[in-house]
């Protein structure tokens, strides 16, 4: 959707002033328990949606599609998205566990929205509901995309900063090991997952394979990717998968790789994800 408030006019829903906004460090933020704590604050000003999902065909499917929204909501929305296989608990906290499901957090209370798969008219009007009730309770502020908004910078643990050591001296049979050994440790830390894919695109990078045609179109992704075209490497695989349904499977895999290497945030990963919704329904 490229004008959101072509299809339902934000503005009008309320005439409350604005608040000044709040920097985020994106439209639709993963989610541990640091950052729920950080939003339920923000929920005191600003309503936030958390997104539940679990890594299935549906929940990517609505997440891109909330992202999207959220984005052309210019503000009047912070999101949230927690994932069910890695962080149960937080979803839990709030009586869901299913996967995809909405819940908006006004003034630190989450209120249920929605429970499956659902399209961009119906998320607009549940969207267009929950400002209403935000507006009755004066949580009219806005948010804004900052680079600056993240988390200070933690400190690493010895095991994560041997493996970005690993990394910085060249070593990255040893890295890739150590950064495998701590996705099981922490699988809920999103530094240490997109450390991995990171490392394992340099991996490949320095052994390509090219044994079946697929190996040869991923080798060709990643290198594209590398180049900085990021829009290039994803539309090359989404070709692919628009025509070939039997290896829908390790492409759809394989983008999310690399989704996860340039940043959920990026503009071309928003892009690709729009088209990857669209081509699975």
Same mark, same amino acid.
């Given at each position: =959707?490229?004008?959101?408030?072509? &299809?339902?006019?934000?503005?009008?829903?309320?005439?409350?002033?604005q608040a000044s906004g %709040?920097?985020?460090? +994106?439209?639709l933020v993963p989610a541990d328990?640091?950052v729920?704590?950080r939003y339920l604050?923000?929920?005191? $000003?600003v309503? !936030?949606l958390m997104?539940?999902? @679990?890594g $299935?065909?549906?929940s990517?499917?609505?997440?891109g599609?909330?992202?999207?929204v959220i984005a052309a909501?210019?503000?009047?929305?912070?999101? /949230?998205q927690? @994932?069910?296989? *890695?962080?149960p608990?937080?979803?839990?906290? /709030?009586?869901v566990?299913e996967a995809?499901? =909405?819940a908006?957090?006004? #003034?630190g209370?989450?209120?249920?929205l929605f429970?499956g !798969?659902? %399209?961009?008219?119906?998320?607009v009007q549940?969207?267009g509901?929950?400002?209403? =009730? #935000?507006a009755q $309770?004066?949580?009219t502020?806005?948010v804004?995309?900052?680079e600056l908004?993240s988390?200070p910078?933690?400190?690493? *643990?010895?095991?994560?900063?041997a493996?970005?050591? &690993?990394?910085e001296?060249?070593?990255l049979?040893d #890295?890739? &090991?150590k950064?495998e050994?701590? !996705?099981?440790?922490?699988? $809920?830390?999103q530094? /240490?997952?997109? +450390?991995l &894919?990171?490392?394992q695109?340099l991996?490949r990078?320095?052994?390509?394979? *090219?044994?079946?045609e697929?190996d040869q179109l991923? *080798?060709q992704a990643?290198?594209i990717? /590398?180049t +900085?075209?990021?829009?290039?490497a994803?539309?090359?695989?989404?070709?692919?998968?628009?025509?070939?349904?039997?290896?829908r @499977?390790p492409?759809?895999?394989r983008?999310?790789d690399?989704?996860t !290497?340039?940043? @959920?945030s990026?503009?071309?990963?928003?892009?690709a994800?729009?088209?990857?919704?669209s081509l699975m329904?």
């Amino acid at each position: =959707m490229s004008n959101f408030s072509g &299809a339902f006019d934000l503005s009008k829903l309320t005439n409350q002033p604005q608040a000044s906004g %709040n920097a985020v460090a +994106g439209w639709l933020v993963p989610a541990d328990e640091q950052v729920l704590r950080r939003y339920l604050q923000l929920s005191e $000003s600003v309503p !936030v949606l958390m997104l539940i999902v @679990d890594g $299935s065909e549906a929940s990517n499917a609505v997440s891109g599609l909330v992202e999207q929204v959220i984005a052309a909501a210019k503000g009047r929305f912070a999101g /949230i998205q927690v @994932d069910l296989r *890695t962080s149960p608990q937080l979803a839990q906290a /709030i009586g869901v566990s299913e996967a995809p499901a =909405m819940a908006a957090i006004l #003034a630190g209370a989450p209120t249920p929205l929605f429970k499956g !798969v659902i %399209n961009q008219e119906q998320l607009v009007q549940v969207l267009g509901q929950v400002l209403q =009730m #935000a507006a009755q $309770s004066n949580l009219t502020g806005t948010v804004t995309v900052s680079e600056l908004a993240s988390e200070p910078v933690k400190k690493l *643990t010895l095991e994560h900063q041997a493996a970005v050591d &690993a990394v910085e001296r060249g070593d990255l049979v040893d #890295a890739l &090991a150590k950064f495998e050994k701590l !996705v099981v440790e922490y699988p $809920s830390d999103q530094e /240490i997952k997109a +450390g991995l &894919a990171q490392v394992q695109l340099l991996h490949r990078l320095q052994n390509p394979v *090219t044994e079946t045609e697929l190996d040869q179109l991923f *080798t060709q992704a990643d290198q594209i990717l /590398i180049t +900085g075209d990021a829009a290039e490497a994803f539309n090359l695989l989404l070709a692919r998968f628009a025509v070939d349904f039997d290896l829908r @499977d390790p492409i759809r895999a394989r983008l999310l790789d690399l989704f996860t !290497v340039t940043g @959920d945030s990026h503009q071309a990963v928003l892009e690709a994800r729009r088209k990857l919704a669209s081509l699975m329904f």
